[in-house]
């Protein structure tokens, strides 16, 4: 009869132990740019969402980025929205959570654990979307997920909003 020994099996569960081991980093590294990737998609539709109310519903939708998220509002003129480092107004609703559109790195969903780094939109962390779907000021939102940064971007002159790698 024929079989392994005790050192033999022992051996390969050894190297069984360190090629798991040596595998760990890459997994985390990868899990860090899923969640990355899934926080800019979400961030991507929730701008587009927030454009597509602006023009279909003939409103100002103004998007408020702070370093623990950010939130999406309905504000009851241009002037309201341009008047102050923040926006005030109501928070919009998601269609299909129903649940405000306010997104922190503290609460639920793939924003959780996300930092955004910088928001620049003409010098402020801020911009509105009109009732033609164009965007007060361009910039972009740089966010952050275990060491893994994406950026999105809304042309001034388009209103397009993008985002950078594969968040699109």
Known sequence: MRGFTLIELVIVVLIVAVLAVAAMPSFSVAASDMRADSAARAMLGHLRYAQSVAVSQNKIIAVQFETGGYYIAE????????????VGGTVLTDPISRL?????????????????????????????????????????????????????????????VTATGDAE
């Open 75 to 86: 504000v009851t003129s241009m002037a309201t929205a341009l008047d102050g480092s923040k």
């Open 100 to 160: 405000p559109m306010r997104f922190m790195n503290n609460g639920p969903g793939p924003f959780r654990g996300v930092t955004v780094v910088t928001a620049n939109f003409g010098g402020q962390a801020w911009f509105a979307f009109d009732p033609t779907g164009a965007p007060s000021s361009g910039g972009s939102v740089e966010i952050d997920y275990g060491g893994r940064r994406r950026t999105i971007t809304v042309a001034v002159a388009t209103g397009r």
